[in-house]
């Protein structure tokens, strides 16, 4: 079993930063890649980002592409995501989520969810 923990969230303006960590532990051999996605009210959840363990390569949804960026640290098992420029559109609640990867190494097929983080982009 892994365990993934949030922190980071909260409310901020329009066109300010915030960083979100996920710490995980448990059994942390058993995934090679990580994501944080996130759910707004009346919508569905959505990938943001994606990171591979092993070689640390990323994949960003076009709405977040040049404003985030996920990144990890594999010697405290933590993966972060940096959200700069944040607006309104990206208020949600926002999960850590670890699995392995998909079919021609494209998904990262989630085991593990984290309990997520509110965030909350005031306009």
């Known amino acids: 079993q892994v365990q993934l923990v949030e922190s980071g969230g909260g409310s901020v303006q329009a066109g300010e930063s915030l960083r979100l960590s996920c710490a995980a532990s448990?059994?942390?051999?058993?995934?090679?890649?990580m994501a944080w996605f996130r759910q707004a009210p009346g919508k569905e959840r959505e990938r943001v980002a994606a990171?591979?363990?092993?070689?640390?390569?990323?994949r960003y949804t076009d709405d977040v592409k040049g404003r985030f960026t996920i990144s990890r640290d594999n010697a405290k098992n933590t993966v972060y995501l940096q959200m700069n420029s944040l607006k309104p559109e990206d208020t949600g609640m926002y999960y850590c989520?670890?699995?392995?990867?998909?079919?021609?190494?494209?998904?990262?097929?989630?085991?593990?969810w984290g309990q997520g983080t509110q965030v909350t982009v005031a306009s």
């Open positions: 989520a670890a699995g392995t990867l998909g079919g021609f190494s494209i998904t990262c097929d989630i085991k593990y």
């Open positions: 990171i591979t363990t092993g070689s640390g390569i990323t």
């Open positions: 448990g059994y942390t051999w058993s995934y090679n890649c």
